[in-house]
């Protein structure tokens, strides 16, 4: 009797147990944050962080994936394909303009002479630009550039004709006759002055103009603070590694962008780099020697033209917490 109450008790156990819901799992880890990274030698701090390790020795994971160019690196980011995307600064402010919440959290480089407008032969000064066709990508930092080359000599916009082309396209359209001028960089530059082109104006005489960030997802940045302040110092450490060993560095970029070692050298001679501590006054809201004060006017101008949606507040798009955390641990 008292086997035959076990065996009863043992089937009233085994269906009570199997109308109980699953064991919810455990929580998954976070997927890896994905950043865009533009084949422009300016963002090697990310490539150097990916082939050190560095992003992985932070306690992050990280999934890069190799953009086409600037535009396309904008795009995987708007499209939230990425988490984080290296593009130009003035481009990250015109997607906030548009609504879209995106934050600049980190900033790479000025050009200071590595964008240029590369002309035909019979150009010989920028004043000769009235009248002209300019190759340029509307809408975008290239706009930007040629506005602000275009000011600093007195032209107005209507003095000349703007034809929407990417950086790549101006050495073919120049040597076909297409256009009589346009914004380009190095690889694309060389190939121009191969064909006759000859520089007449490069980012050297309008500083600060074009700046290159790492741009996040507004959404990251508050959701997974954590691994985003592991980029970012994962970033500020390959930064300041490639600043102290140039050669090593510029070999990583060379390998990462399929570029020749000189050529990235040639590169990074038009360029101001930055490092953590040039963060953290770059980023912060205030003062005269900041990005918000140097992008401001250029984003004033284009808003009032209309090629972009209005000024964004922009103290909500330069996003310093980060840096400032780096500063806080290194003792700055």
């Not at 076909?176 to 060389?190: F, K, M, N, R």
């Not at 007449?200 to 309008?206: G, H, I, K, L, M």
């Not at 006054?281 to 005269?288: A, D, F, P």
Request: charged share 20%; net charge negative; glycine share 6%.
């Amino acid at each position: 009797m008292n086997l035959l109450r076990l065996l009863v008790l043992a089937l009233l156990l085994i269906a009570v147990s199997a109308c109980q819901p699953a064991t919810t799992p455990p929580e998954e880890d976070h997927a890896p944050l994905r950043i865009a990274l533009d084949k422009w030698v300016g963002y090697s701090p990310v490539a150097i962080a990916e082939a050190q390790g560095l992003f992985a020795q932070h306690g992050v994971e990280v999934e890069v994936v190799l953009a086409d160019n600037n535009e396309h690196a904008r795009q995987l980011l708007v499209t939230k394909q990425v988490d984080l995307a290296t593009i130009v600064t003035f481009d990250a402010v015109a997607q906030a303009a548009a609504g879209l919440p995106i934050e600049v959290v980190w900033l790479f480089d000025t050009s200071s002479g590595g964008d240029v407008i590369v002309a035909s032969s019979a150009i010989q000064t920028p004043e000769d630009l009235r009248g002209k066709r300019i190759g340029l990508r509307y809408g975008s930092f290239s706009h930007a550039f040629v506005q602000s080359a275009l000011t600093h000599y007195g032209i107005d916009e209507s003095e000349v004709q703007f034809v929407n082309l990417g950086e790549d396209a101006i050495p073919a359209a120049l040597a076909s006759g297409q256009i009589d001028a346009g914004h380009t960089w190095e690889p694309y530059l060389s190939d121009a002055v191969a064909d006759g082109g000859r520089v007449v104006f490069t980012s050297a005489d309008v500083p600060s103009v074009i700046m290159d960030c790492l741009a996040i997802q507004a959404e990251v940045a508050e959701d997974r603070a954590d691994d985003v302040q592991a980029v970012i110092s994962a970033v500020g450490e390959a930064a300041a590694w490639w600043q102290q060993n140039p050669d090593a560095g510029n070999q990583i970029a060379a390998e990462r962008f399929d570029l020749p070692a000189d050529e990235v050298s040639a590169i990074v001679s038009g360029l101001t780099l930055y490092d953590a501590a040039d963060n953290t006054s770059l980023l912060t809201i205030t003062g005269e020697d900041t990005a918000i004060a140097f992008i401001r006017p250029v984003v004033e101008a284009f808003a009032e033209a209309g090629v972009i949606q209005g000024v964004p507040e922009l103290t909500q798009v330069f996003n310093a917490q980060f840096v400032m955390q780096i500063s806080a641990e290194s003792g700055d």
